[in-house]
């Protein structure tokens, strides 16, 4: 017996399901040894795909003005940084380090955003926020079933 969905049948369905993996991304922005005070490094421990940091570069752009957010007073730029996740799948939540830093309020001072244009997602921080961001990419690429190897 089969039962169709949206003009699938449930063999279809089963074959195309895809569990979640998370890899994490870090933009190191505080080690001391950097020359470039615009610039961070990407980290991607465990990349299924190897990132090659040199080729993840920030760019300074223009903050977007909101009435909101008094913190942002003084800050006309922010540092974005693009951290090599595909753009269709979301990001888990964005943990700053050190924790205790005063200076960096999330949605305030730092953040993430995807940008349309490139497709790719962004970790981002303005003054006077410094340092390291990490969040994980959801990458639905595992099989529900893995097929028999064939003798």
Not at 15 to 34: P, Q, V, Y
Request: hydrophobic share 30%; charged share 30%.
């Amino acid at each position: 017996m089969y039962v169709l969905i949206n003009g699938q049948d449930e063999n279809e369905i089963l074959r195309s399901f895809r569990w979640a993996r998370w890899e994490e991304r870090t933009i190191d922005c505080t080690t001391s040894h950097r020359k470039e005070l615009d610039q961070c490094t990407l980290i991607a421990r465990n990349a299924k795909i190897f990132r090659d940091p040199s080729k993840y570069k920030c760019r300074r752009e223009e903050m977007p003005a909101t009435n909101w957010n008094t913190l942002l007073r003084n800050s006309t730029t922010r540092l974005a940084c693009p951290i090599g996740c595909e753009s269709d799948f979301n990001l888990s939540v964005i943990v700053k380090s050190p924790q205790n830093n005063p200076l960096c309020q999330k949605y305030y001072t730092y953040g993430k955003y995807r940008d349309q244009k490139d497709g790719d997602w962004y970790l981002w921080l303005t003054e006077p926020c410094r340092t390291n961001l990490t969040t994980w990419c959801r990458f639905k690429d595992i099989p529900l079933f893995t097929p028999k190897l064939q003798h």
